[in-house]
């Protein structure tokens, strides 16, 4: 364990407190009220040392709030983690979110969850079917499990990938999930997701546990590693090297790219909301780009001088490849909730990446 202020035993130290129990109009859990802590709360991430979890983790501590990561870190670093890892507020375990006893002890020390811990990233899915279907789903089961057992509120980060190949634009949470065959490894990953949602809200409706799940569409900002697909990251570092962007299929796929700032802003908020629980809430940005027009972009704002080489699936990933056309929320639902509307255009989150990636060695 890694921590920033004076080292504490990770022990079991018993249930903390009353459990969940209904006061009026909102539901009050843990040991302390929800609105006191929205003040000064104890948060555990899982997969707390990714891409995400590290900027939710700086968020938190800058609102004052305790933070305790666990990180197996299989895609995270804790250099991720760096800017925090020495705050006195902040502590590190390293080990599996499927180890049950470490997990009991977190998950009872604190007063929230964050559950992001996953595997994530097409090229990785592709290439461990299983562990993306074991971390996703027995990772879930374990984590749910102990917040209903300690009356935790929960916050699952789910994914846009659970509507699958639903042509409908934009999509709501209430629509339609359409996956493709199971032969296709990569729909593992959004029913890995899907399950993860239907045990979440299985626990809200059977025990009343506080739970939220944030379907978060691609979300991009410094720190995202392009190792396991991920495009802009990807894109961003052959242009600033001068080498060809690979563009997977057509390249008139399109996406809508979030800002990570925009996303962990909205994930405290639907920690704080109590009208979230139970709720599926879309997190993302409307603005849609196509991938070849992304390619173009990111080589003129790195002025770079890379050209541009399609590539069919198969040649990317060895082996054929189900994609969608495109993919955009509706915000509505999160509009209503936590007041939620993208703060950053699609430049300037593209230039907070181009920046980062201009001061990692080798670039
Ligand atoms: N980045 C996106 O565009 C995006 C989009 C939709 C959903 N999400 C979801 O958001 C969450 C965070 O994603 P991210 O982009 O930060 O990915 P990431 O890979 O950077 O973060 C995931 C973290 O989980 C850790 N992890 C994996 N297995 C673990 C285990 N068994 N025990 C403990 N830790 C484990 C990894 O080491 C990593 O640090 C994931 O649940 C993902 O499905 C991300």
New binding site residues.
């Given amino acids: 364990m890694t921590r920033g202020g004076p080292a504490r035993p990770l022990e079991p130290q018993g249930s903390r407190g009353p459990g969940l129990r209904e006061d009026g109009g909102g539901v009050l859990f843990g040991r302390r009220a929800l609105l006191e802590m929205v003040v000064d709360m104890k948060a555990l991430i899982?997969?707390?040392?990714?891409?995400?979890?590290s900027h939710l983790s700086e968020l938190l501590l800058r609102s004052g709030h305790e933070v305790t990561v666990?990180?197996?870190?299989?895609?995270?670093s804790l250099s991720n983690l760096a800017p925090v890892l020495e705050h006195r507020q902040f502590e590190f375990v390293r080990?599996?979110?499927?180890n049950e006893t470490v997990m009991a002890i977190l998950v009872n020390q604190c007063d929230v969850v964050f559950h992001?811990?996953?595997?994530?990233?097409v090229g990785l899915i592709v290439k461990a079917p299983v562990r993306t279907l074991e971390?996703n789903i027995h990772?879930t089961e374990v984590t749910l499990g102990l917040a209903n057992k300690f009356r935790r509120k929960i916050l699952i980060?789910?994914?846009?990938?659970v509507y699958g190949k639903n042509s409908k634009v934009p999509f709501r949470e209430d629509d339609d999930t359409v996956l493709g065959p199971t032969t296709f490894s990569r729909w593992s990953y959004a029913c890995s997701?899907m399950v993860d949602e239907f045990l979440a809200l299985a626990y809200h409706d059977q025990w009343g546990l506080p739970v939220v799940i944030s379907r978060?569409?691609?979300?991009?900002g410094p720190r995202?590693?392009g190792q396991?697909g991920?495009v802009v990251p990807r894109f961003v570092q052959k242009a600033l090297r001068g080498e060809e962007v690979e563009i997977y299929g057509t390249g008139k796929q399109s996406r809508c790219f979030t800002n990570v700032s925009d996303v962990v802003h909205a994930l405290v908020k639907l920690m704080e909301c109590p009208a979230a629980n139970g709720e599926v809430v879309n997190i993302g940005s409307p603005e849609a780009i196509t991938i070849e027009d992304l390619a173009d972009k990111i080589i003129a704002m790195t002025h770079s001088k890379s050209a541009k080489r399609h590539l069919s699936y198969e040649e990317a990933y060895g082996r054929p490849f189900d994609d969608l056309q495109t993919r955009v929320p509706d915000l509505s639902k999160a509009g209503r909730l936590i007041g939620y509307k993208p703060g950053s255009t699609l430049t300037e989150t593209l230039q907070t990446v181009i920046d980062y990636e201009r001061t990692q060695p080798g670039k």
Avoid: C, H, P, W
């Avoid at 899982?46 to 979890?53: C, E, P, R």
């Avoid at 980060?157 to 990938?161: L, W």
């Fill in positions: 899982t997969g707390g040392a990714g891409f995400i979890g666990i990180d197996d870190l299989s895609t995270g080990d599996s979110v499927r992001l811990a996953a595997a994530v990233g971390t990772g980060a789910s994914t846009s990938e997701k978060l569409f691609n979300t991009v995202q590693t396991y991920m």
